[in-house]
């Protein structure tokens, strides 16, 4: 336990000292009336703003974004990983598909967003449209580019034993490549919290971007921050998750059955 806290104070312990230090001198700089609440407010009107609407954040649009970010990412890294897989068995896929794939990072989201709107309206799959859109490149290429430069050396030892296309894939390609493919959900997984965002802007009830957008309109900036400060922790949080989940699945990537 000793040993652990430790090593958490050697990895982190500069950055929290940098973060307290960031944060009080942006409360003292606040207080001290050098920078104009309405612009910026102090963390501590922040934190009263979390406190004082908690019950509408937490139940009603922290869940409705959640929701949108666990649906987007989910099809995310179903298609992604079919795509991916998909694109290195097939020379032909990929001639095909790849060039899509770029031209549908060219679009700006706020341009196509209000055409997920006219498509499926202000339900929650114009949402997570936008999700998808914006989260699923990573997945796409993570995969492509890990599968196909992984294992070479070990890939032209089992072609000489004999070992057909899937073998070489299930046992060299594929376990080589799970850094590249768990770097690209990693990615994912804080773009979809971005994509929900800023479909809930364009178009929404409930969400964490809707209810940012309504405290803009009432020149509430405490309440803005308290929204940005819930989104910011919710890609954290997902992102530390699915690092947890990526040291649990490397520890026997080497382990080839």
């Given amino acids: 336990m000793k040993a652990s806290l430790k090593k958490w104070t050697e990895d982190y312990g500069l950055f929290l000292l940098v973060v307290l230090l960031l944060v009080s001198g942006w409360e003292w700089a606040v207080r001290q009336a050098m920078i104009p609440s309405f612009i910026l407010p102090a963390p501590s009107a922040i934190w009263g703003a979390l406190i004082e609407n908690k019950q509408l954040l937490f139940e009603e649009h922290l869940p409705a974004t959640l929701k949108e970010v666990l649906i987007g990412f989910g099809l995310s890294v179903i298609g992604g990983l079919i795509l991916g897989v998909g694109m ?7 001639k095909v598909l790849y060039p899509f794939l770029v031209i549908s990072q060219t679009v700006p989201l706020i341009a196509i967003s209000p055409i ?3 498509w499926f309206g202000y339900s929650i799959w114009s949402k997570i449209a936008v999700t998808i859109l914006t989260a699923f490149f990573p997945i796409v290429v993570s995969t492509y580019d890990g599968l196909k430069t992984g294992g070479n050396e070990y890939r032209e030892l089992l072609l ?12 060299i390609q594929l ?8 770097s690209g ?4 997984v804080v773009y979809c919290v971005v994509g929900a965002t800023i479909g809930e802007w364009l178009g929404a009830s409930e969400g964490l971007g809707y209810f940012s957008r309504r405290m803009s309109g009432n020149l509430q900036a405490d309440a803005v921050f308290a929204s940005i400060f819930l989104l910011s922790m919710l890609g954290i949080v997902l992102f530390l998750l699915i690092g947890l989940l990526e040291k649990q699945v490397l520890k026997n990537k080497y382990r080839f059955n």
């Fill in 175 to 182: 376990p080589m490549a799970l850094p590249a493919i768990f």
């Fill in 116 to 118: 997920f709107i006219m």
């Fill in 88 to 94: 290195h068995f097939s020379r032909s896929i990929e």
């Fill in 160 to 171: 000489t034993m004999g070992a057909n296309r899937w073998t070489i894939f299930k046992k």
């Fill in 185 to 188: 959900l990693k990615l994912s």
